[in-house]
């Protein structure tokens, strides 16, 4: 079984400042890792995703995450965000290749960006 | 191309009524998934099914919860008779992977979510 750790519920942070979104997941399998974002009114978007290869993963829209497996971590970060990344960011892990791939989710980070 | 639809939006229904929702995943998408979310915990998966049959469905609450995904298309989840800890919102997603000996790891595909109320 999976287990996903995000201890911050809300974070609030100033538009072009910096953000980190922690989590933290158990596994006893090697598992795949999801960031999915929902923003308000919206279902759940995936916003990236580690698989294999390189640790650092990024998307579009300027976020990246990197995998360290020894802290069995997965936080996200954006150097500057905006307004627009008002949204609750879940984290998520997967087991690898069979144990099929139902998701496990973290509760959710909300990320209130102000002015 | 259209996403995951779901209807409907927004449930109210009270204690020992019947409530039924439905997943139009992505057309072409075998797998089709739902979760929960219950008011300030995380997401939860209850089932999957590949095509028509059900893969996975530890996560099923109890019996009073039917799935149904005849033909393969379209998805329903029925609650029977709703509780008031039912109240959540519902998800489903859907992707594309095949089973070929292993499961690929596809992205899934996430509606808007169904909001019950069970009052």
């Known amino acids: 079984a999976q287990s996903v750790t995000q201890l911050d519920s809300q974070v609030p942070v100033f538009e072009e400042a910096p953000v980190e979104l922690r989590c933290n997941y158990s596994s006893s399998v090697s598992v795949y890792l999801f960031w999915y974002v929902q923003y308000p009114n919206q279902g759940l978007q995936l916003l990236l995703k580690y698989l294999s290869g390189s640790t650092l993963v990024e998307s579009i829209n300027g976020f990246e995450a990197e995998f360290n497996k020894s802290q069995t971590s997965f936080h996200l970060r954006k150097p500057s965000v905006h307004i627009s990344d008002t949204a609750e960011y879940f984290c998520a892990v997967s087991p690898v290749p069979g144990g099929g791939n139902k998701l496990t989710f973290g509760t959710g980070t909300q990320l209130k960006v102000e002015l | 191309e259209a996403g995951v639809t779901q209807f409907p939006s927004h449930s109210v229904i009270e204690k020992g009524q019947t409530v039924t929702l439905r997943c139009d995943p992505i057309s072409g998408h075998d797998n089709l998934y739902w979760y929960r979310r219950v008011m300030g915990k995380e997401i939860k998966f209850l089932l999957h099914f590949v095509k028509e049959s059900k893969q996975d469905e530890s996560g099923m609450p109890n019996n009073r919860f039917l799935a149904e995904r005849t033909g393969g298309t379209y998805s329903t989840l029925k609650v029977q008779p709703a509780e008031l800890e039912d109240s959540g919102v519902y998800f489903c997603?859907?992707?594309?992977?095949?089973?070929?000996?292993?499961?690929?790891?596809?992205?899934?595909?996430f509606g808007p979510g169904t909001r019950l109320l069970v009052l």
């Open positions: 997603a859907s992707s594309q992977g095949r089973l070929t000996g292993g499961w690929r790891k596809e992205t899934q595909y």
